[in-house]
């Protein structure tokens, strides 16, 4: 026998929640907002307390940036996300597969990728590879060490999970500044 959560019947009635549970502009349940009689377990924090309430800043290190994020875990994919727009990017995914990207990049351009490598289909080398072979920076976000990269991947970056998304954005703005240089030096010569 199947056993369904009835969540009306775990939380109360559904109409009496909704309305008292909706987040605010800025994301965080406030507790005016909240039936007092709940537990403080559903106040949540923001998931970013510094920002506001714009989804990205203009001025931001990786402000004009087109980024592709590539990313299985729903939680790291989010939150890379968000701090990516917030730092002035454009975002395009999160992704779960490289088929699912591959589609998004077909109107799309991308100035870089963030990816994990072992997605729910297996690894995901062989975009990574077209993107690095078209000059797009590739930064892995994996828990796999740079040793275990195919010989096509040994120069792209690579950090290792656990990630903070603050430092993947630190990480990618470095590596967007680097090809700005190099473009640079290229066209005065």
Known sequence: MDMELNRDAVFGSRSLLAPQLAPQPS???????????????L???PLFPEAD??????GGMLSGA?????????FLALSTKEALRRAGAA??????????????MRNQR?????MDIMLGDGPCYALATELAACGVPVLFVTGYERHQLPGTLALAAVMTKPVEPGDIVS???TMLA?????HDIEGAN
């Open 171 to 173: 990480r990618l703005s």
């Open 27 to 41: 994301g965080v349940l406030r507790r005016e907002a909240i039936n007092p009689f709940l537990p403080r377990v």
């Open 53 to 58: 309430e714009q989804e990205t800043s203009a």
């Open 43 to 45: 106040r949540t924090p």
């Open 110 to 114: 991308v100035s870089a990728a963030v």
């Open 178 to 182: 680097g090809m700005h240089e190099a």
């Open 66 to 74: 087109s980024i592709l994020v590539i990313e299985d875990d729903y």
């Open 91 to 104: 975002v395009v995914g999160p992704h779960h597969n490289e088929d699912s990207a591959r589609r998004a």
